[in-house]
């Protein structure tokens, strides 16, 4: 049982690229997540989803888009990288309730230069 | 605007003695209240939890007090151990955690042996 797993570990950008981070987890839980963490700041939501085919946007939902094909993964994808980009992504997943206890991954350490 | 607030960025404490992380929050609809724990380059863990009717939930060395009234929680551990020094997030949901959570910026507790 990996949990939830993140790749790549660390990833940088130029100004303009693209690129998908992965999540994938395997406790089969119905919700996930997608998390932003700026130096000396809490986690901020991205976007949630509540099952395959649903998704919704976070707090901070502007640069990204998800999709949720299927249960175990839920990929973020970052269309045209700017430097406010920067951060350390979180992805996460829970069995019951948008606010239950989260299962998080190691983290995806992004920078955009 | 903060609605979940950890006004100590960090914390010291001695080996063997009690470490009180605090937490504040301004919205009234939150009921449910978790502590993570985050070690450096690794995911969030859950650690505790406490539901809004409850004044007080125990685990092992760790415990959550809730003050509604003063919409306040802290986290009490007892005795800290080095292995405790970490970065501590609150964090809560409104109706019985069926909502996102959302976390405070975190306090660095460090344990000294």
């Known amino acids: 049982n990996a949990g939830v797993t993140q790749t790549p570990k660390f990833r940088i950008l130029k100004i303009g690229q693209s690129m998908t981070l992965q999540c994938t987890q395997d406790?089969?839980?119905?919700?996930m997540y997608w998390y932003r963490q700026d130096p000396g700041m809490g986690l901020k939501l991205i976007y949630y989803?509540?099952?395959?085919?649903?998704?919704d946007k976070g707090e901070v939902p502007n640069g990204y888009n998800v999709s949720r094909s299927t249960t175990e993964d839920f990929p973020l994808r970052l269309e045209l990288a700017a430097p406010s980009q920067t951060s350390v992504y979180f992805c996460?997943?829970?069995?019951?309730?948008?606010?239950?206890?989260?299962?998080f991954g190691p983290g995806t350490r992004l920078l955009v230069l | 605007d903060q609605q979940v607030k950890q006004n100590s960025p960090s914390l010291s404490v001695q080996e063997g003695r009690i470490s009180i992380l605090n937490c504040d929050y301004t919205?009234?609809?939150?009921?449910?209240f978790l502590w993570y724990k985050k070690y450096p380059a690794e995911g969030p863990t859950f650690l505790i939890s406490?539901?809004?009717?409850?004044d007080k939930n125990e685990d092992g060395r760790f415990t959550v007090f809730l003050n509604k009234s003063a919409k306040h929680l802290s986290l009490h551990i007892v005795p800290s151990q080095p292995g405790d020094s970490a970065v501590y997030f609150c964090?809560?949901?409104?109706?019985?955690?069926?909502?996102?959570?959302?976390f405070g910026k975190g306090t660095r507790l460090s344990v000294i042996a």
């Open positions: 996460a997943s829970s069995y019951v309730g948008a606010g239950e206890t989260q299962y």
């Open positions: 406790m089969n839980h119905n919700y």
């Open positions: 989803s509540v099952g395959a085919g649903i998704t």
């Open positions: 919205n009234s609809m939150f009921d449910y």
């Open positions: 406490i539901s809004s009717i409850k």
């Open positions: 964090a809560a949901s409104e109706k019985g955690g069926n909502t996102p959570l959302v």
